[in-house]
């Protein structure tokens, strides 16, 4: 293979640079968002604690919408990069299930990730703007792969047949969404038994053994 020439090299140093910025742009974003709030992610903020200028978190993104689908896209690499080094494609599909519903409500109050998605959530609906459709997307994504799990325990016949794969997932998913809102609403409270319990019912629920009674 023919060595790399300078000008290909300076462009892939050029696109790395620009990668690592909008990262940075990014996970600043969710500091400021998750410890002061919606309203004080402004451009001259999140370049501030990035360590950049506001003029490139406005280069980067144009706008609050395009920051915030950036800031969505961004907290679904990392969950696609979690399933994937926490093996659930290789799990029954109903302990990956449980899994992913422990893992969320474990990392809810650890990460400034999960604690800026959903206040973003709530002032984009309370807002009534267009990024409620980012959002439907986003949660959209979780219910597709969500339901298609459950179409599997179906096949490997660990998950009842009678249930509808598409509103077991958004059970599912709409468990978490009104837990982590409530997190938000009360952080205080202790999300361990409401975690045991979460599962508990969904085992109860789904599973075509649930424990005696």
Known sequence: MPPLSSSTAARRTQAERRDESERLLVEATLAVVSEQG???????????????????????????????EAVIDYLHQKRDAWLEHAHLAEMPALEAIFHYVESHLKDLGREHGGRAYFMLLAA?????????????????????????????????GDIRADIDPDAGA????????????????????????????????????????????
């Open 38 to 68: 919606v309203s004080a992610a402004t451009f001259d903020e999140v370049g501030r604690q990035a360590g950049y200028s506001r003029g490139l978190a406005t280069q980067r993104f144009g706008s609050k919408q395009g920051l915030t």
């Open 124 to 156: 984009a609906v309370a807002d009534a703007t267009a990024l409620r459709e980012a959002f439907a997307a986003s949660h959209e994504r979780v219910r597709v792969w969500l339901r298609a799990l459950l179409e599997r325990g179906q096949r490997e």
């Open 170 to 213: 958004l059970m599912i998913g709409s468990l978490l969404l009104g837990l982590s809102i409530q997190w938000l609403v009360d952080p205080a409270m202790d999300l361990d038994p409401i975690r045991v319990t979460s599962v508990a019912t969904l085992r109860q629920s789904f599973s075509t053994h649930p424990p005696a009674g």
